[in-house]
């Protein structure tokens, strides 16, 4: 159930919503377990119900109404004495919920819900291939996202690509060793 809240929060980016694709999905399993195959993966069949649902009801709604739910990090004060590490996870998940979301459902399957490329094809319906081209863009776009908003944030100095930056680094961490 934790991992199906997980799921649904990343694709709705927002609590509420994630719950009541949650329920409406546990529903559609109870209602459709008589077609789940025993012996297969019980949790890849549940998510796979769950991204089916989101997609589903996304089609039912207007693009505005889904792009709603970021405000939610709007009011974290950069300077609080919140621990680094929430800023950070903060950090990250809103440069996850800004990836398109092709690309994010992908992410999320594959980087923090551990699927298979396999099982993850099955759940959004298309090719392996597919789903390690999407991981590959997603996990670029997120890199470059994080690179934008370290530099936001003074975390990075103002670099032009994700290339510089990995080579400045490299070259501090070379700096320190010697």
């Not at 195959?37 to 019980?42: A, D, I, K, M, Q």
Request: charged content about 30%; some cysteine; glycine content about 4%.
């Amino acid at each position: 159930m934790d991992d199906m809240y997980r799921v649904a929060f990343r694709l709705c980016r927002n609590k509420d919503e994630a719950s009541d694709l949650v329920q409406e999905s546990v529903l559609k399993a109870y209602k459709g377990f008589n077609l789940y195959e025993s012996g297969t993966n019980c949790k890849a069949w549940l998510l796979k119900i769950v991204f089916n649902t989101f997609v589903s009801n996304k089609r039912k709604r207007s693009k505005e109404l889904l792009m709603a739910g970021d405000e939610q990090w709007d009011n974290v004060p950069a300077n609080s004495g919140i621990q680094r590490d929430f800023l950070a996870e903060n950090t990250i998940s809103r440069a996850l919920m800004n990836l398109p979301d092709e690309f994010r459902t992908v992410v999320v399957l594959a980087d923090l819900q551990d699927l298979s490329y396999k099982e993850i094809a099955e759940i959004i319906e298309r090719p392996v291939g597919t789903v390690m081209s999407r991981l590959h863009r997603g996990r670029h776009m997120l890199q470059e996202r994080l690179l934008g908003l370290a530099v936001e944030e003074d975390i990075a100095s103002n670099t032009t690509n994700l290339q510089e930056y990995r080579k400045m680094r490299e070259n501090n961490v070379r700096g320190k060793q010697k």
